[in-house]
């Protein structure tokens, strides 16, 4: 029986192996190769050859035909010192790939002629178990996880809407959740608004929820605005963040949100709610009708809803805002279809959920064909009432 020192041989002697310095001339000239690092997690986690795939030994024969399906692919293997990269490209000769070659010295070699490595964005041992649920989905996977991570999203109003889209996007690992709001907590908020609790009544909004939804996820960062957008701060604001969820339920914030969003091109996930029903729907994406496109400007003062407070169903902004931080997470991850082009309306007591398709308005002042939305003049329609959430 061989000793693995004399099996090693014979492998090295049945398959082709590459020098670090053809390797950096040959990825330097571009030529289309794949490179595969097989380590471990905590070795690739210290850092990688530049454009590397990782693939960890004990998985590479699982996984390689999804990550390179064309068996004659110019394959470049490394690992560390070259021993478990010759033994994988042993494997795939197996397997029926014919021009792989390992990396003569691994990524040792590499650092040692003083190339450059990259160093990878990896989930934390805390963050791998707190998103695994994520993570084990391929539509979202760790890369997804880290985008969320990375995500800042802007929520106006920390009110019926904005408590479970926060909530959600927040547990969520949405990486910075800015929050807008001028109010304090009252204790008629709290039959829906559940950012908040008893004892926080009197408090600012932005801190009540900041405390909530640091406390749920130690991995958010909030950014609390104490302030009311207006025209003069709305592009200041939100040009910070990916984008805006729309809490605000009042004319003033939709049409400023929705010239702001056009103008920067963020999408906005607008909600509103009135007694028992909601709707949703989203804009601002490029090529899609805007609110504009709709209602080209807002109602006479005279027609607009009512300035009394009135009645909603405690539960029905919690379906609302959840369905907006779907459609925010949705977007960015970039899965699925987005209802930007569609406005969704839920009617609470006959649970029924209806969609009307939006057509962008070619003559539409804002987002029509030749505007230089560049140019837009953000307007403060002053005279309507704030519903609020
Ligand atoms: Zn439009």
Redesign the pocket.
């Known amino acids: 029986m061989p000793t693995f020192q004399e099996y090693l041989k014979g492998i090295k002697g049945e398959i082709r192996e590459l020098d670090t310095i053809d390797l950096k001339k040959q990825l330097d000239e571009g030529t289309g190769l794949a490179l595969i690092d097989v380590r471990e997690q905590d070795e690739f986690a210290q850092g990688f050859i530049p454009g590397a795939q990782w693939i960890s030994r004990g998985f590479l024969e699982l996984r390689i035909e999804e990550a390179v399906p064309d068996k004659g692919t110019q394959l470049v293997i490394y690992c560390a010192g070259g021993t478990r990269s010759a033994l994988a490209a042993k494997s795939l000769a197996a397997m029926g790939y014919t021009n792989q070659v390992s990396l003569k010295g691994g990524f040792g070699a590499w650092k040692r002629n003083g190339y450059a490595f990259d160093v990878p964005d990896l989930l934390t041992p805390e963050q791998a178990i707190r998103y695994s649920r994520h993570t084990m989905l391929p539509e979202v996977g760790i890369e997804g996880q880290i985008k969320l991570l990375k995500s800042k999203v802007l929520c106006i109003g920390a009110g019926g809407l904005g408590s479970p889209s926060a909530l959600y996007l927040a547990a969520a690992g949405v990486g910075t959740i800015g929050i807008i709001d001028d109010d304090v907590v009252d204790s008629s908020n709290l039959q829906r608004q559940v950012l908040h609790c008893t004892e926080r009544v009197g408090m600012p909004k932005v801190a009540s929820a900041a405390l909530t939804l640091t406390g749920l996820n130690p991995d958010v960062k909030v950014v609390q605005h104490q302030l009311r957008l207006n025209s003069d701060n709305a592009e200041e604001i939100i040009c910070q963040y990916d984008l805006v969820v729309d809490g605000a339920d009042n004319f003033q914030t939709r049409y400023l949100l929705n010239d702001v969003a056009i103008k920067l091109g963020k999408p906005v996930i607008h909600a509103s709610i009135y007694r028992f029903e909601g709707q949703l729907t989203v804009f601002g994406a490029d090529g899609l009708?805007?609110y504009?496109?709709l209602y080209p400007e807002p109602p006479p003062p005279d027609q607009a809803p009512s300035c009394a407070e009135t009645g909603v169903l405690g539960v029905l902004p919690g379906v609302m805002g959840v369905l907006q931080a779907t459609e925010a997470v949705k977007l960015l991850l970039g899965l699925g279809t987005s209802l930007a082009g569609r406005l969704m309306t839920y009617d609470a007591v006959r649970c029924k959920f209806r969609e009307l398709k939006l057509r962008?308005?070619p003559e539409?002042k804002?987002?029509?064909e030749g505007v230089d939305r560049s140019q837009i003049e953000l307007i403060d329609y002053t005279q309507f009432c704030m519903l609020g959430g």
């Open positions: 009708p805007c504009r496109c962008p308005a539409c804002y987002c029509g």
